[in-house]
C-alpha cells in the first residue's frame, strides 16, 4: 500500500511501515541500474548547453548559504533531468516512482546523518564525455548514498 509506507492493520487503521536495510539495498540496486545508464547516456549525448544546465542544477551544494531544503530539491531535479536526458521514457518513469521513495529518505537521511554527497565527479565525467567514468562516479554516488542509509536505518 502506497508503495510499502503504510501497512494496513485490520480493524485498526494503518501504520508507517518501518523501513528494513533489505529494502533499502533493494532499492538503490534498481537505482544504480538506471542512473548509471542515465550517466553514461548523458557523457555520450550531452551538448555543452545541457552539461551547463545540469552544474547549474547542483549549483546549491556548493553555496555555503544554501538551505538543506534547497540542495535536496536540486539534487532531485538533477537525478530527474540525467534521466530525461537518456531520451527513454521508461527509464524517466522508473526513476522518477524510485525518485519519489530515495527522496524521502533523504529527508530524513541528511537531517541525522551529516555530509552531503556531492555530484562532481559525475559532472566532470560527463563534461568530458567520458561514459565509463561517468558509469563509475554514479555508482560511487549511489553506493555512498546507500551506505549513508544503511547506517541511519541499520542501527
Given amino acids: 500500500m502506497q508503495d510499502k509506507w503504510l501497512s494496513r492493520i485490520r ?7 518501518p523501513i528494513s536495510v533489505r529494502d533499502i539495498v533493494d532499492m538503490y540496486q534498481y537505482r544504480k541500474v538506471l542512473e548509471c545508464f542515465a550517466a553514461e547516456r548523458a557523457a555520450q549525448t550531452a551538448g555543452s548547453e545541457q552539461i551547463s544546465e545540469l552544474r ?3 549549483a546549491p551544494e556548493n553555496d555555503p548559504e544554501a538551505e538543506l531544503a534547497d540542495i535536496l530539491r536540486a539534487n532531485e531535479v538533477f537525478h530527474r533531468r540525467l534521466s530525461e536526458m537518456t531520451g527513454n521514457e521508461r527509464v524517466v518513469s522508473q526513476l522518477s516512482l524510485t525518485l519519489a521513495y530515495v527522496t524521502r529518505l533523504d529527508t ?3 537531517q541525522t546523518v551529516p555530509g552531503w554527497i556531492g555530484h562532481s565527479d559525475i559532472l566532470r565525467a560527463i563534461g568530458a564525455h567520458q561514459p565509463a567514468d561517468a558509469r563509475r562516479a554514479m555508482e560511487v554516488h549511489i553506493d555512498d548514498s546507500r551506505d549513508k542509509m544503511i547506517k541511519l536505518f541499520g542501527s
Fill in 11 to 17: 480493524r485498526k487503521g494503518f501504520l508507517v511501515t
Fill in 56 to 58: 547549474g542544477l547542483v
Fill in 108 to 110: 530524513l537521511c541528511t
